[in-house]
């Protein structure tokens, strides 16, 4: 019996010191864990945790190592934009003519909708967003202006963000699938659609069934090849600049249950045009000319004319609400329209990198080292981004005391039981965002670069670093 009370004596001695152990402590023997792993035998690693009411550290390991960030970027690009632009912030696009509305409803001249930057025009993700909705409020405000038959055209005017819709630093292979969609001064369905897949056996030819919507004024051709189950969807989009064929190249696993693929739009403010010139000819609503963009008037050496007379003005969602499903599904469109969208707010150009030196320019006035946060793009999805997580920790740090504060605490997802924002690109994994530790609140940032072997081992691995906040 004595040595059974020992026993016990000895466990809950052992037990209280682990309780006791201080939380720089626990973390640092678990990052220590992290970097011995085999998996990061040549990785870079990061981690910076802060108290998220006073900033002050609670455990560093590599806190000024400039790392690629993947989507924890966007944690820095939606900060500065509730600061920038405010939560209640709305995009205005502009439907409206120019010419004149004859006796019979003729109007000789143009339909413009014109752009402002929205990226949520069309999308499915809010009710008064989706496409459906969008062309009946435009079919609305030109049947009650009395129009019946357009002799002209519908133009889809993106020009507000100029001409360059890629970030400087994306990668080819990303370029063409919907989560590489570039950036427009007109959106449309967040510049993506489907292809449907028709798959078969193992090593066969995969075809297209059809695209969702159609898309009559593009060519396909599949290279994609049907792989063995477990594989995953391995099958990319590639669409040559200015070109009307696009690619698909290859493997697709035969257990995928989607079969599809989604891609970038070409040309998103065409398609816009093209949906409202369709869905006007279905009513009987004839227009004479084929629709055009800035880019395809462009082309043909023409400028696009403007707005004489306005319609109807379209608002998008408040910025809280955009920020939500950006942060949510890691919309990297939603994050270059709001980088371009900083700039153009403060009175520059609309480009990535003039809202990058924007970015720059409020962070170094709040003490952030500009070369600390050495980013090219607002998503992340750019491998040339550098960022230091005491640098990504200081802004969430930041946040914490800001009114808005709540809708952008409500945008990141739960992983692992914490509210984080994740990071994903090649061989890079990253996670930032708050949690409680026994009534203190932390917000943290870790980073893991060049790991090998798989992905889901390294987050398991990463996870139990963060336990340690729990």
Sequence with gaps: MRIHTKCLLS??????????????????????????????????????????????????????????TASTLKTITTI?????????????????????????????????????????????????????????????????????????????????????????????????????????????????????????????????????????YLNFKSELVNAPAGTGDNAYAFLPVS???????????????KKNISAALPDPAYDAAFRLMDTLKRLGILVSNEPESTSSLAAKGLIAPQIGTNLTTLLSPRLSQIVYWLNQKSINLYAEQLLKTIAWKAGKKPSTSNGVEVEHEFWSARGIDPHSLNIVDGSGLSPGDRVTTLTMATILQSAKKETWFPDFYNSLPTYNDIKMKSGTILNVLTYAGYHSYHGRELCFSIMVNNFNGSSKAIKEKIFRVLDELK
Aim: net charge negative; glycine share 12%; proline share 3%.
């Design 11 to 68: 466990l809950l001695f052992i037990t209280g010191q682990v309780a006791a152990q201080p939380l720089d402590q626990k973390l640092q023997s678990a990052f220590g864990r992290l970097q011995a792993d085999s998996q990061c035998r040549y990785a870079s690693l990061s981690l910076t945790v802060l108290d998220a009411r006073t900033g002050e550290k609670v455990f560093t390991a590599n806190p000024n190592m400039g790392l690629a």
């Design 80 to 216: 500065t934009a509730f600061n920038l632009l405010g939560k209640d912030f709305q995009y205005q696009t502009q439907f409206g003519y120019n010419g004149s509305i004859g006796a019979d409803g003729t109007l000789t001249g143009d339909l413009i909708i014109k752009g402002a930057g929205d990226p949520t025009l069309g999308s499915w993700r809010y009710e008064n967003t989706h496409e459906g909705h969008i062309l009946g409020l435009m079919v609305d405000a030109l049947q009650k202006a009395g129009i019946k038959k357009i002799n002209g055209r519908i133009i889809g005017d993106d020009s507000v963000f100029g001409s360059q819709s890629i970030p400087e630093g994306w990668i080819w292979m990303d370029v063409g699938n919907y989560y590489g969609a570039g950036t427009s001064g007109l959106c449309w369905r967040e510049n993506q659609f489907d292809i449907k897949l028709r798959t078969g056996r193992i090593d066969s030819p995969i075809s297209i069934s059809h695209e969702v919507p159609a898309m009559p």
């Design 243 to 257: 070109g009307k064929t696009m690619y698909l190249r290859g493997t697709y696993a035969e257990d995928q249950s």
